[in-house]
């Protein structure tokens, strides 16, 4: 299985720390945003990584280089403009190949180790049948508290909550997409609208309504790292873990 790494953002909402510093290479305990996904994804096993690449994206090639340092081997996906989550994808399709795949957020940071998430039955059962993709999702953060979808008690998706009568009798909660998936690349590659620039969201939100989409709930430890509050916010946890960890 491949991963790809979602960071060509411009990082608008984290200036002025993005100024010159791609945001996947903002440092949060100690180490860059996007280190502790490559050590998550060796800890899983998966050895070919795929990075997207616009905005300061060289600065990005440079810290990385290979992925040899790493244990992993990283490809560049170079966009001539950020392409947005579902045109990255499309972009990068051909390095991707045909297999279910990995995506990840490059802002993100997450507690989940990848090797359970995509070992866990429900994950591995789509990759058999006709489903597209496995969601990771979590209670919703005071900045989204709306949250994007709601979860059956099948661990299919939908996109609207349904009536506590309703077929599929769910309870009348949505939650929000953490930004780690395991996708299908058809999921893209077949989707009619598909276009240079266009969001992932619109080409799973068609494929939640037509039941190909489950997802998860992780109630451990995530962060949207957007901004310098949710950078700084982050940056005491890891540094609270550290402190507690080398006291025991």
Not at 5 to 23: D, E, F, Q, S, V
Not at 61 to 78: A, C, E, N, P, V
Not at 148 to 166: I, V
Not at 171 to 196: H, M, N
Request: a negative charge; proline letters at 7%; charged letters at 20%.
């Amino acid at each position: 299985m491949k991963a790809m790494i979602l960071a060509a953002g411009l990082g608008n909402r984290m200036r002025p720390l993005t100024y010159h510093t791609p945001k996947p290479l903002l440092c949060a305990g100690g180490k860059p945003l996007i280190e502790y996904h490559l050590e998550n994804l060796q800890r899983a096993g998966i050895r070919e990584v795929i990075i997207n690449l616009a905005y300061l994206g060289e600065k990005i090639r440079s810290h990385l280089g290979d992925g040899q340092q790493f244990g992993l081997k990283i490809s560049y996906s170079t966009e001539p403009e950020p392409l947005e989550t579902g045109g990255a994808i499309l972009h990068a399709l051909d390095l991707l190949g045909e297999e279910p795949f990995l995506l990840i957020n490059g802002d993100v940071w997450c507690d989940l180790e990848f090797a359970q998430f995509i070992h866990q039955p429900i994950a591995e059962n789509i990759l058999s049948q006709n489903q597209l993709g496995h969601l990771l999702l979590v209670p919703n953060p005071e900045f989204h508290p709306q949250g994007d979808f709601a979860l059956a008690s099948s661990g299919l998706l939908l996109n609207d909550p349904e009536k506590p009568d309703g077929p599929k009798k769910i309870a009348q909660q949505r939650f929000t997409f953490g930004g780690i998936s395991l996708l299908k690349p058809e999921l893209i590659a077949a989707y009619p609208d598909k276009r240079q620039k266009f969001p992932l969201v619109e080409v799973l939100r068609r494929a939640i309504s037509n039941e190909q989409i489950t997802g998860q709930v992780h109630r451990g430890h995530w962060s949207d790292v957007g901004t310098p509050v949710r950078l700084h916010l982050l940056e005491d946890y890891l540094s609270a873990k550290l402190i507690n960890t080398e006291h025991k």
